[in-house]
């Protein structure tokens, strides 16, 4: 089955630098690439997404980049923010297997103010 | 939409005792999915439900867990024996099929067996 990796597992980030989070994924049928935050004692919120047949998308200071051959994908955060931080999961999800949506062990993202 | 409900938010109770969580879909949403979150193993897919069908249950910890969909907008998740190691927050998450459409969660339960 799908196994997604991530790193790193923290990150401590100056305020209004970049923040770049790491995945890889196992199955190459995976098509949906979502990235979730989650703020403390809160569900997880989806931020942004990507599909395969996609190499990059970008919402304001968030983007997210996908390598279909290396099968991995990057979550970018340009301008950081203390409200940025958080704990930040990616996801990688196959419609072959009827949308079994798998995550990564997440991210710990510290902004310093 | 009110979103994806669950209840109850917190529950403590005791070693051996029967515990059920439950699960409101958004409307419309046909996948179903049930998490657990703890510190050492992140977000864990515990089973997922397509049309009400159990699709893959391989992440259930044990026969001690199991989850229903008695109808297309309800699950429950049910824990019988609990154990202290069981406690962790559990969330529901609802979805329409399709593998590339956001999933939503719920508020998650918080679980503390003693």
């Known amino acids: 089955g799908e196994n997604v990796e991530q790193h790193p597992s923290t990150l401590s980030v100056q305020e209004g630098d970049s923040a770049v989070i790491k995945c890889t994924y196992s199955?190459?049928?995976?098509?949906?690439f979502p990235w979730y935050k989650q703020e403390l004692g809160k569900r997880p919120q989806l931020i942004i997404d990507i599909r395969s047949n996609v190499g990059e998308k970008k919402d304001q200071r968030i983007a997210v980049t996908l390598n279909k051959t290396a099968k991995h994908f990057s979550l970018h955060i340009t301008e950081t923010q203390p409200e940025d931080s958080a704990v930040y999961f990616c996801a990688a999800s196959t419609s072959k297997d009827g949308n079994k949506l798998v995550f990564g062990a997440g991210t710990i993202l510290r902004v310093k103010s | 939409d009110a979103g994806v409900i669950q209840s109850p938010r917190h529950e403590v109770t005791e070693m051996g005792q029967e515990v059920t969580l439950r699960c409101k879909l958004i409307s419309g949403h046909n996948s179903l999915f049930w998490y657990r979150q703890t510190m050492m193993r992140g977000l864990e897919l515990l089973i997922y439900f397509n049309n009400n069908v159990p699709i893959d249950d391989s992440g259930m910890p044990e026969d001690r867990f199991s989850a229903k969909m008695p109808n297309a907008s309800f699950s429950t998740l049910k824990i019988q024996p609990s154990e202290p190691r069981d406690s962790a927050v559990y969330f529901c998450?609802?979805?329409?099929?399709?593998?590339?459409?956001?999933?939503?969660f719920g508020q998650g339960t918080r679980l503390t067996v003693v």
């Open positions: 199955d190459s049928a995976s098509n949906y």
């Open positions: 998450a609802s979805s329409i099929q399709g593998g590339d459409t956001e999933a939503f």
